[in-house]
Each structure stands twice: as structure tokens, then as C-alpha cells.
């Protein structure tokens, strides 16, 4: 176990410096000077060439690549040159918006989907499976940006029961903050829920076919604990993955959803550091997420280890 651990952190390790030097090479071909974009077209020459030397963007490639991960490796982002602030305090005040809303649109997928497939796959072929694939089938159908217009139309603006869009702070209190947040996670959740509900079924369908669970059958053992008892911890596996995906795709993923609810969190943060070329803030935040993601695998395969240990096992010989 220890020996898979190990070689997981080597992994973790190896996976973020390759996604760092892509990150950074990508934002270097990129068409257009960083410089002329944040001065204008009609920028005098001297001011271009003191905003690059403030940049870095005068020294050699290679010597910025490593001064970069350098400086991410002690904590230190940098300053952002279109907000005049640290970097990393944008993303300290963005992150406390973007973590909720994706641990709160996880939490529904989750809730829903995985009671949702499994009473499908339990009633294979009968009303209730039709009925569960049926809608799921129009959640993965459905994007995300117009459930979001629709709960906005249904819940703020005929029901004003909920926000239309912004972010009320969490300085006033939990709910208000909570409040702000329920219809941008369940315009996530619920498409990710079809998603996660058509793989528990899947799933739960091959672990009943398998053969100590006909065993089990045959004992006497009544269909209901063997769904449960049997059937459903056996079928986890898959579904843990697709739960650490979504996650993953949730917090790096909600541009759009930010936007269309004006949330002002990560997302919203890349697509604005984007629009005005503020290399440093791109190149930490997409860094952040990418290790955000690898992060999310590495406690994935935990998690599997809890689940059946004999694949941390498997692996580490």
C-alpha cells in the first residue's frame, strides 16, 4: 500500500510539471502581444516596452518557465496586471464561490443519480427503468446554460422564490449565500446526474449478473439485500470515477454557468483574464485546476483502495 502511494505522489508530481510546461507554451504561441492588448493600438512604443520588461515578457523563454514554477512552487502567483492585485488573493475571494458551488452540484448529482440508477438497473425493462433512462436520456441532451435560463425564468422571474444571478457574500450570513447558489447547482447537477445515473445502472447491471451474486440468489438470500448487500458496493468502483471526473469538470468547468448567473468565481475569473490577456492569472489558474483535477484522481484511487484494496494491491506488485 505504501509502495502504491508513493508511486501515486511521483505520478501527481510528474503530471503537473508536464501540464505546467504545456500551460505556459500554449499561452507563448498565442497570436497577438500581451502588451498591445492591455495598452491599446495606440499605446506609445516606451510605454509597450516598460509594460513588457514589468511582464518578463524581454527575458529568455526558458528562464521565465523557471522562475515561474519557481515562484508557484513557494506560494507565490504573482501580481495580476489588470486588477493591480496579488493573484493569489483573486483566487482566495474567487474560490470561496466556485468550491461551494461545485461540492453543492456534486452533492444533488449525487443524491439523485445513484438511487435513480440503481432502481433502474433493479427494474430492468419495467416502467420504472423506462421512465429513469427516459429522462436521463434529456439530461445529457439538455446543456446547461439553457437549464440555467430556464430555472432563471421558472424560480427568479415567475416564482421569485430564488436569485436571478450575483453572489449575496457570505459576510451576510450562510443562507443568503446559499441562496445565491441553488439554481447555478442544480443547472450543474442535474445533466451530471443523468450522466452518473446511466453509469450506476450500467454498473449495477453487470455486478447482478455476476456469479456469487446468482450464488447468493440461490441461497435464499432475498433480491432486495442482494441488490444492496452485494450488488451496489461492487458497483461503486466505475461510479466513484465518474463522481471524481464531474467533480474535476465541475470546479474548472462553470465558465458558462458563472456567466449566465454573473457568479463571480474561478470561471469567471479565466474568462476575464483571458478577454484581457492577463497572462499571470491564466497561466496560475489553469495550473491550479489542472492540479485541482490531478488531485481529485489521487483521492479517486484511495478511495478504490478503500473500496477493494486488492487493486492497490494488484498495482503495487
Not at 439530461?139 to 436569485?163: E, Q, R, Y
Not at 458496493?233 to 474548472?252: D, E, K, R, Y
Request: glycine fraction near 8%; hydrophobic fraction near 60%; charged fraction near 15%.
Amino acid at each position: 500500500m505504501i509502495a502504491w502511494l508513493g508511486w501515486r505522489l511521483v505520478s501527481f508530481v510528474a503530471t503537473l510539471l508536464v501540464a505546467s510546461l504545456v500551460v505556459f507554451l500554449v499561452m507563448e504561441v498565442l497570436p497577438g502581444d500581451p502588451a498591445s492588448v492591455m495598452l491599446g493600438m495606440g499605446a506609445r512604443p516606451e510605454s509597450l516596452a516598460a509594460l513588457r520588461a514589468q511582464m518578463g515578457l524581454d527575458e529568455p523563454l526558458l528562464q521565465r518557465y523557471v522562475f515561474w514554477v519557481a515562484r508557484l512552487l513557494v506560494g507565490d502567483f504573482g501580481r495580476s496586471y489588470t486588477y493591480s492585485v496579488p493573484v493569489a488573493e483573486l483566487i482566495g475571494q474567487r474560490v470561496l464561490i466556485s468550491a461551494p458551488l461545485a461540492i453543492l452540484a456534486i452533492g444533488l448529482s449525487t443524491l439523485l443519480a445513484i438511487p435513480l440508477g440503481v432502481h433502474a438497473a433493479s427494474r430492468r425493462g419495467r416502467a420504472g427503468d423506462v421512465a429513469v433512462m427516459g429522462v436521463a436520456q434529456i439530461g445529457v441532451s439538455v446543456p446547461n446554460f439553457w437549464l440555467g435560463l430556464l430555472l432563471i425564468l421558472c424560480f427568479a422571474v415567475w416564482l421569485p422564490w430564488l436569485p436571478a444571478g450575483g453572489f449575496a457574500g457570505w459576510d451576510k450570513g450562510v443562507w443568503p449565500g446559499l441562496r445565491s447558489l441553488i439554481l447555478p447547482a442544480v443547472a450543474l447537477a442535474l445533466p451530471q446526474a443523468a450522466i452518473l445515473a446511466r453509469v450506476t445502472r450500467s454498473s449495477v447491471l453487470d455486478v447482478l449478473r455476476a456469479d456469487y451474486v446468482r450464488t447468493a440468489l440461490a441461497k435464499g438470500v432475498s433480491p432486495r439485500r442482494a441488490l444492496w448487500r452485494h450488488a451496489v458496493p461492487n458497483a461503486l468502483i466505475p461510479v466513484v470515477t465518474i463522481i471524481g471526473l464531474q467533480f474535476s469538470f465541475l470546479l474548472a468547468g462553470t465558465i458558462i454557468i458563472e456567466n449566465v448567473f454573473s457568479l463571480p468565481g474561478l470561471g469567471r475569473l479565466i474568462f476575464q483574464a483571458i478577454a484581457q490577456r492577463d497572462l499571470i492569472v491564466v497561466e496560475d489558474m489553469v495550473v491550479l485546476l489542472a492540479g485541482s483535477v490531478i488531485l481529485v484522481n489521487l483521492l479517486v484511487d484511495l478511495v478504490y483502495a478503500v473500496i477493494d484494496p486488492r487493486l492497490a494491491q494488484g498495482e503495487a506488485r
